[in-house]
C-alpha cells in the first residue's frame, strides 16, 4: 500500500531534550516536506527537499533541522525544542511537478513542556 | 507572496443541506488550487484540485471552480452527510515555488443527523 509513514504519533517530551520525527515514504517521490498545524493558522511549510541531499526551508525553519539521504527517509530533527513547538506536524510527499497533490502521513502530536 | 483565506468555522449544518466554503486567494503567477479534507486522528486528504481558470473539480459529490476573475475556488456540495463532517482546507501551488502549497487556515464543519 502506498503511504507516507511518521513515527511517533503522540510525543511528550521537555524543553530542551533532542528529538527526531521519522517518516518515510514507499512511492519513490522526489519531493518531501515537513508541515506544522496549528488552530487557525493551517499549515505551515517548515522544510522541504526536491531529492536527495536538496533541502531548503519552507516558511517556519526556526528551530528545526532536516536531512535527506535517501529517497524514502525526510526525518525531522529539533536539536533543543521549546514550547512553542508543541504542535500537530505532518509529512508529505509527491512526485516533482507543482500540480501533484500531496500524500500525508497521519500526524505526529508533539507537546513539549 | 501567496495567501489563501478561507471562511472560519466551525459551520455546522443539517444532514441533507447544501454547503459553501468560502475561499479566495492571491498569487503570483498561475496557482493551481485544490481543497483538502481531515478526517479527526487522519492526514490531510487530497478532495479535488483545479489547475487553470474554469476548471472544475469535483469528487464525491464536493465540487469548486476555479474563478480566476474573482481569484475564488469556494467548495460545495448540495447534500451533505453525517460523513462529510471534518476540517476543510483550500491550498494553492504556484510553479515558481516549487511544490509548496500555502495553506489557508482551515474549515470545521460539524453535519448533524
Known amino acids: 500500500e502506498a503511504q507516507v509513514t511518521q513515527n511517533p504519533r503522540y510525543l511528550i517530551t521537555v524543553t530542551g531534550k533532542k528529538l527526531t520525527v521519522t517518516c518515510s515514504q514507499n512511492?519513490?517521490?522526489?519531493?518531501m516536506s515537513w508541515y506544522r498545524q496549528d488552530p487557525g493558522l493551517g499549515l505551515r511549510q517548515i522544510y522541504y527537499s526536491m531529492n536527495v541531499e536538496v533541502t531548503d526551508k519552507g516558511d517556519v525553519p526556526e528551530g528545526y533541522k532536516v536531512s535527506r539521504k535517501e529517497k524514502r527517509n525526510f526525518p525531522l530533527i529539533l536539536e533543543s525544542p521549546s514550547p512553542n513547538q508543541t504542535s500537530l506536524y505532518f509529512c508529505?510527499?509527491?512526485?516533482?511537478?507543482?500540480?501533484?497533490?500531496?500524500?500525508f502521513g497521519n500526524g505526529t502530536r508533539l507537546t513539549v513542556t | 507572496g501567496n495567501s489563501v483565506t478561507q471562511m472560519e468555522g466551525p459551520v455546522t449544518l443539517s444532514e441533507e443541506a447544501f454547503l459553501t466554503i468560502n475561499c479566495t486567494y492571491t498569487?503570483?503567477?498561475?496557482?493551481?488550487l485544490f481543497w483538502y479534507v481531515q478526517y479527526p486522528g487522519e492526514g490531510l486528504q487530497l478532495l479535488l484540485k483545479?489547475?487553470?481558470?474554469?476548471d472544475k473539480g469535483s469528487n464525491k459529490g464536493f465540487e469548486a471552480t476555479y474563478r480566476k476573475e474573482t481569484t475564488s475556488f469556494h467548495l460545495e456540495k448540495g447534500s451533505v452527510q453525517v460523513s462529510d463532517s471534518a476540517v476543510y482546507f483550500c491550498?494553492?501551488?504556484?510553479?515558481?515555488?516549487?511544490?509548496?502549497?500555502?495553506f489557508g487556515g482551515g474549515t470545521r464543519l460539524m453535519v448533524k443527523p
Open positions: 512511492m519513490n517521490h522526489e519531493y
Open positions: 508529505a510527499s509527491t512526485p516533482t511537478g507543482y500540480n501533484s497533490p500531496l500524500h
Open positions: 483545479a489547475t487553470k481558470a474554469d
Open positions: 498569487a503570483t503567477g498561475y496557482p493551481s
Open positions: 491550498a494553492l501551488s504556484t510553479n515558481n515555488a516549487g511544490n509548496m502549497l500555502t
